[in-house]
């Protein structure tokens, strides 16, 4: 299936690994040029050069916080400054620390608000304009389940990603008619760093192997196994192609079954 992405340009947050690598990954294999970002800059340097060597598409890597407005700025600038222009917007940030409300400060709160919300409302702010004028565009949110269905022990992500959820199912209202979709994406439990983090936070709470941990996420889906990035990222190609210019305001979950409600 032809995605229609051969010449558009992306910006791909987070995405020195796991998720954000991902979809890197495979919309440079359709053909997109690639703005990516991630705070480690030799992490962020490396993944560029290795979807460069593989892809031959143009990749640009851009550090920087998506905590800081400054460095967003920063970000979608040298993105624009290089290819002109941006069609494709792939928000996504490092899950927050887990916990529950009782042991979570002011000051967690504020940079969850900032990590997860603030920097999705400042990108999609910087590139909306040039979506409106070219009457396309396509704005991906990486999520969670949890907005669908909270996850025990993560109350930053349960509260602060729903948020988002809200703003996008919004936004999509209100520029659909220029040809510009907003949908997210709800990954559900996938082998990636984040998951290794929250397996090893549980274990060590319980005083048990991390190991035991995964396993009781294997045993909730029901496919019975964890998920791929690579089968995350075919999703999220798809939904920013061209092929799915009447899918907007969704949002669909890569969970292998594990949310248990009917939408």
Same mark, same amino acid.
């Given at each position: 299936?032809?995605?229609?992405?051969?010449?558009?340009?992306?910006?791909?947050?987070?995405?020195?690994?796991?998720?954000?690598?991902?979809?890197?990954?495979?919309?440079?294999?359709?053909?997109?040029?690639?703005?990516?970002?991630?705070?480690?800059?030799?992490?962020?340097?490396?993944?560029?050069?290795?979807? =460069?060597?593989?892809?031959?598409?143009?990749?640009?890597?851009?550090?920087?916080?998506?905590?800081?407005?400054?460095?967003?700025?920063?970000?979608?600038?040298?993105?624009?400054?290089?290819?002109?222009?941006?069609?494709?917007?792939?928000?996504?940030?490092?899950?927050?620390?887990?916990?529950? &409300?009782?042991?979570?400060?002011?000051?967690?709160?504020?940079?969850?608000?900032?990590?997860?919300?603030?920097?999705?409302?400042?990108?999609?702010?910087?590139?909306?304009?040039?979506?409106?004028? =070219? =009457?396309?565009?396509?704005?991906?949110?990486?999520?969670?389940?949890?907005?669908?269905?909270?996850?025990?022990?993560?109350?930053?992500?349960?509260?602060?990603?729903?948020?988002?959820?809200?703003?996008?199912?919004?936004?999509?209202?209100?520029?659909?008619?220029?040809?510009?979709?907003?949908?997210?994406?709800?990954?559900?439990?996938?082998?990636?760093?984040?998951?290794?983090?929250?397996?090893?936070?549980?274990?060590?709470?319980?005083?048990?192997?991390?190991?035991?941990?995964?396993?009781?996420?294997?045993?909730?889906?029901?496919?019975?196994?964890?998920?791929?990035?690579?089968?995350?990222?075919?999703?999220?190609? &798809?939904?920013?192609?061209?092929?799915?210019?009447?899918?907007?305001?969704?949002?669909?979950?890569?969970?292998?079954?594990?949310?248990?409600?009917?939408?």
């Amino acid at each position: 299936m032809d995605l229609g992405l051969q010449g558009k340009i992306a910006l791909v947050a987070a995405a020195s690994q796991g998720l954000g690598r991902a979809v890197a990954e495979e919309l440079a294999q359709e053909g997109a040029s690639l703005i990516l970002c991630a705070r480690n800059e030799h992490r962020l340097n490396i993944a560029c050069d290795e979807i =460069r060597e593989r892809t031959g598409t143009h990749v640009i890597p851009v550090a920087g916080d998506l905590g800081i407005y400054a460095d967003v700025e920063r970000i979608v600038n040298e993105g624009l400054a290089r290819f002109g222009q941006i069609d494709i917007l792939v928000t996504n940030t490092g899950g927050p620390p887990a916990g529950t &409300f009782e042991n979570l400060s002011r000051e967690s709160w504020d940079t969850a608000v900032s990590s997860l919300l603030t920097s999705v409302l400042d990108l999609t702010r910087l590139v909306l304009p040039g979506m409106k004028e =070219r =009457r396309w565009g396509r704005i991906l949110n990486i999520t969670s389940i949890s907005v669908k269905q909270p996850v025990e022990n993560l109350m930053l992500s349960n509260s602060v990603r729903a948020a988002v959820t809200g703003f996008a199912r919004t936004l999509a209202n209100e520029v659909a008619e220029q040809g510009i979709t907003v949908n997210n994406i709800l990954p559900g439990y996938t082998l990636t760093e984040r998951v290794d983090q929250l397996a090893r936070s549980g274990a060590e709470k319980e005083g048990i192997d991390s190991a035991e941990i995964k396993a009781r996420w294997e045993a909730q889906i029901p496919m019975k196994r964890l998920g791929t990035p690579e089968e995350f990222a075919a999703l999220a190609a &798809f939904l920013v192609s061209e092929r799915a210019s009447y899918i907007t305001a969704s949002s669909i979950a890569v969970d292998g079954g594990w949310i248990r409600s009917l939408y």
